[in-house]
């Protein structure tokens, strides 16, 4: 079993260019699903059926995971057994007719522009770690950035003589302008503190731990989760957070969705219209609110 899953993780490496992170959770949710089938139905991954992924989703849902949760497993094991029957593992995939209940879809949570501003002070710049934090949070919200694009930048790819970043996304690379304050941000923590931060010289990563390594997803998220605290923000704020608070705000302000789409990266633009939507209800209740005849 593991050297199937093994071949997987190989698959969604070298053939579907997933990102290790990606890669990390379909395989982490495919280990799960195995070692549950063998202390529970007595059978293997190549041997299992549609009854006995129908008990493992019940299993799922009886230990309180959300609908979207079971929703993400259900879809991991129809790649992976289609990935199975295309390598020859096994003859037919075993997910077949089975569906879940996603729940209700909460929207995205989104900061207010007070909130934001908020957030953004709250790095106190007198150390190199200060700088740093300024910088990255700046850069986020600046940028639209997932998380992963943001940790993944080396230094070569910024240019601040024309204020552009570019982001390797996981199917194209884009370049995105940075405002003002932004860059100030950002030239001051590379001109004054990123070279003192280093463990090697040699280091390309834009930013970097306080061990001079590259910066990980865990290590960021800390670091925003400290200054959601100090700024008392009554909202439960992740690195996503700013990516669908910079997309609202550019709609707020008139960006138009193809341009919107392209500086986040998508490649289907239903993903953007998403948050045309939230405008439009943020305007309807506005409008309900305010209106003397609503």
Known sequence: ?????????????????????????????????????????????????????????????????????????????????????????????????????????????????????????????????????????????????????????DLDDYNPDVGVIKCSGTKKTRSIPLYPTAMRALNAYIKDYREAMLADPDETALFVNINGSRMSRQGFWKILKHYQETARIDKEITPHTLRHSFAVHLLENGADLGSLQELMGHSDISSTQLYTQMVNQKLKAVYAKCHPKA
């Open 1 to 153: 079993m593991l050297d199937l899953i093994h071949a997987y993780e190989n698959y969604l490496t070298k053939v579907k260019k997933a990102s290790a992170n990606t890669t990390a959770s379909y395989t982490r949710d495919i280990r799960q699903y195995a070692d549950w089938l063998r202390v529970s139905e007595k059978v293997s991954i190549v041997d299992a059926t549609q009854v006995n992924i129908a008990n493992y989703l019940s299993y799922l849902e009886k230990c309180g995971r959300s609908g979207a949760t079971l929703s993400r497993a259900l879809a991991g094991l129809r790649n992976f057994y289609s990935y199975l029957v295309t390598s020859g593992f096994v003859e037919k995939t075993p997910v077949v007719s089975i569906q879940v209940d996603r729940g209700e879809k909460k929207p995205p949570q989104v900061l207010t522009g007070r909130e934001i501003e908020l957030l953004l002070a709250q790095p106190v710049c007198v150390d190199p770690k200060g700088f740093r934090d300024k910088a990255m949070l700046e850069v986020l919200y600046a940028t639209g950035m997932r998380v992963t694009e943001l940790i993944d930048l």
